[in-house]
């Protein structure tokens, strides 16, 4: 086929689709469309006879087409049939890859959040990394889909994946071992009297998950539950039905979020609907960097209405909405962002995040070991005795905090002139048993110790919940 008649074929082709997309428009936009289309048929046709390398015609259009789409934004791109397919079973719940969540940055792979139990998440990749290089290749230069897709592969095979991090003074690589991930969406668990419930990701499968989870919760924990914590840490998003169903089942009423396209008559709101799945109960909502689009859904919502008190740190700040158009059988379908979305009090997140209540940054925690006994006023000798009538049973903690020479002089003397041996064992027996309520007393607050040291966020959560629960109580006696 001629070079003229190839460039005439693709503007006419074209420039029919969009002669039927813009009517309205003028004479002179149309012939400036058409000045552009010629351009970009003349650049098709010279590739096609010039490149140093034979290239298929279909490779050239989808690449087009997606650089056409990554232009506009971060979140809207190509997929192809195969890449259709993917997402199409990633939003089910299964998919092959290294299970992490990312945007482009500056030309670069960005990390929004690694899922739980993915190959990814255990090889320590973090919210916020930058992906530099995959098996040595830079990404530099590479669209987001053509990075995806070296990040997937066969399960059971390795890439190694070069990572720049904040803080961290030189680039460094990690090994990861591709999987199949199959994602499950809800987690839960009791902590203490409080409900814990982790969602990783908005899949088909959260609704019914989280519905799950706080029934089989209820019954554990029965009348004695205090609240309800909702982890949405390193959450990047999913689907917007879900998200309206999650804030939904906390809300009794009102609007939960609203999207406005271009078009001003372009909006579209979703209500709440009567039922509350915690009763009423506080709930505490965790986020962090990594927490994206449906998870800033959620929280933005139970926010404005005071439903919840949002704990941790800012979140990613994705306030806009893709929606995936089908181009046809085998010809994939376009990712494109067609409107942003709005929490119930009017306020876009978009590029700004949700603010939390109160701010928790991540920290590490250490145990603390106690040197020598700890002093009180039950612990000094000649001290008052309560006048509630509790029994004094501290005198030998008091005599343990004598100085050697008056605590010889005191053992000289006797306390009443009986048998030193048995004086000596009872004084050993006492100290046996300070000791072991010293353990009892350490032994009950390491599981809280522990927790603080794994995850300062969480413990700082459960704290704050057993304060609330404690103040209600008061309040109602």
């Known amino acids: 086929m001629s070079k003229s008649l190839l460039r005439l074929c693709f503007v006419v082709a074209v420039g029919l689709s969009i002669v039927g997309i813009h009517q309205n428009a003028s004479a002179v ?215 309206v169903a999650v804030a939904d089942a906390f809300l009794e009423q009102g609007e939960i979020v609203q999207t406005r396209g271009r078009d001003p008559q372009d909006v579209q709101r979703y209500q709440a609907h009567s039922g509350d799945l915690a009763n009423g109960l506080p709930i505490i909502v965790l986020i962090n960097g990594g927490s994206a689009s449906a998870s800033e859904i959620v929280a933005g919502a139970l926010q404005d209405y005071n439903r919840a008190l949002i704990v941790g740190t800012k979140s990613f700040g994705k306030g806009s909405v893709q929606t995936i158009i089908p181009l046809g059988r085998e010809k994939g379908a376009m990712r494109l962002t067609t409107a942003r979305y709005f929490t119930p009090s009017g306020r876009s997140i978009q590029a700004e995040g949700i603010e939390p209540d109160l701010v928790v940054e991540p920290a590490k925690i250490e145990k603390y070991d106690r040197v020598g006994t700890r002093r009180s006023e039950a612990s000094l000798r000649g001290h008052l005795d309560n006048p509630n009538g509790k029994e004094d049973d501290t005198d030998e903690e008091a005599e343990d905090e004598l100085p050697p020479a008056k605590k010889k002089e005191k053992d000289a003397k006797g306390d009443d002139g009986g048998d030193d041996d048995a004086d000596a064992k009872e004084g050993d027996d006492a100290d046996d048993t300070a000791d072991k309520d010293e353990a009892d007393s350490d032994s009950e607050s390491e599981s809280s110790t522990d927790r603080a040291i794994k995850d300062y966020q969480l413990a700082y959560a459960l704290d704050l919940m057993k304060g609330i629960s404690i103040m209600q109580n008061r309040a109602a006696d």
Do not use: C, W
């Not at 590739?47 to 259009?61: A, F, G, L, T, W």
């Not at 969540?101 to 960005?110: D, F, H, I, R, W």
């Not at 990404?139 to 904040?166: W, Y």
């Open 29 to 243: 936009d149309r012939s400036e469309t058409y000045r552009q289309l010629n351009l970009f048929s003349d650049v098709f046709a010279r590739i096609r006879s010039n490149y140093v390398e034979e290239v298929e015609d279909k490779e050239m259009i989808e690449a087009a087409i997606n650089g056409m789409l990554t232009s506009l934004d971060p979140h809207s791109s190509f997929l192809n049939a195969e890449r259709y397919e993917d997402m199409q079973v990633q939003t089910k719940g299964e998919f092959g890859g290294l299970g992490i969540e990312v945007t482009m940055e500056n030309g670069l792979v960005k990390v929004i959040s690694p899922i739980d139990d993915t190959p990814a998440f255990h090889a320590g990749i973090e919210a916020g990394d930058f992906i530099t290089a995959l098996d040595g290749e830079a990404i530099q230069g590479m669209n987001l889909s053509e990075a995806v897709d070296l990040m997937r592969g066969k399960p059971g095979t390795t890439l190694t994946v070069t990572v720049a991090r904040k803080g961290a003074p030189a680039r460094f690589d990690v090994d990861i071992v591709r999987a199949i991930i199959k994602i499950r969406s809800v987690r839960h668990r009791k902590e203490g009297n409080t409900a814990y419930i982790r969602i990783t990701t908005f899949n088909e499968q959260t609704e019914l998950g989280l519905k799950k989870a706080i029934k089989e919760l209820k019954e554990e924990i029965g009348e004695d539950m205090n609240g309800v914590i909702l982890d949405l840490r390193s959450n990047p998003g999913g689907l917007l039905d879900q998200a």
